[in-house]
């Protein structure tokens, strides 16, 4: 079994340089047929990242621990066949259940373990944007304020933002939009004091 290499921002840069595609976009899921490599992600129960987990990747007979990156993700090269994935540690903040056991498919594939965070006195904050059909909108900007200070998050795939903080009553405009889409610049939205979800619009150009 080829080495296990754990994705970091240079490498990507290498990658993308050299015109590899991007582990999750769509040009790298085409090249699923020619290729053995596995993106393993593990994430949280909002979808988050987890950083610095370490993930057992196994066979029948060797199994080798890798700890995933900034991202949350571990990028394993090895030969085709269905790996036996086991969460061994999380970082302090999460926890998972040790038996908990998933697998790869036989041949390139993305993984998602899903793991728990503890979050203790913080509030949660679920914010999806979405268009004028209830579609969800990606990467979307927005502002999240209080009296004192702004933050900038971007919607994901999902057109999900999960903001993660102190409770407290905050305020939220959109900042920017994708190509195609429009919004009202000076709308302003407010979060509950407590955890919560909420919706924010933007409209698509047809």
């Known amino acids: 079994m080829k080495k296990i290499v754990v994705l970091i921002l240079t490498i990507t840069l290498l990658l993308a340089g050299a015109g590899i ?5 769509q040009a790298w899921a085409e090249e699923a ?31 080798m621990p890798s700890l995933t990156d900034e991202n949350g993700e571990i990028l394993f090269d090895g030969e085709p066949m269905a790996y036996h994935l086991q969460v061994l540690k999380v970082p302090e903040g999460f926890s998972c259940d040790p038996a908990e056991e998933s697998w790869t498919e036989t041949q390139y594939s993305e993984a998602v373990i899903t793991v728990a965070r ?33 933050e900038t998050r971007k919607s994901n795939a999902e057109g999900k933002i999960v903001y ?8 939220m405009k959109i900042a920017s939009v994708p190509e195609g889409c ?13 955890s919560s979800e909420m919706k924010l619009q933007v409209s698509r150009e047809h």
């Open 21 to 25: 595609p991007e582990p999750g976009t």
């Open 33 to 63: 047929e020619q290729r053995t490599d596995y993106l393993i992600r593990v994430v949280d129960q909002y979808g988050l990242p987890v950083p610095g987990a370490f993930v057992n990747i196994c066979t029948d007979t060797t199994c």
């Open 118 to 150: 503890e979050i203790g006195s913080d509030a949660v904050y679920v914010i999806t944007v979405e268009d004028q059909n209830g579609d969800p909108v990606e990467n979307v900007e927005v502002n999240i304020c209080t009296a004192t200070f702004c």
């Open 164 to 171: 993660i903080v102190e409770p407290a009553i905050y305020i």
């Open 182 to 194: 429009r919004f009202d610049g000076n709308k302003e939205y407010y979060t509950e004091p407590r």
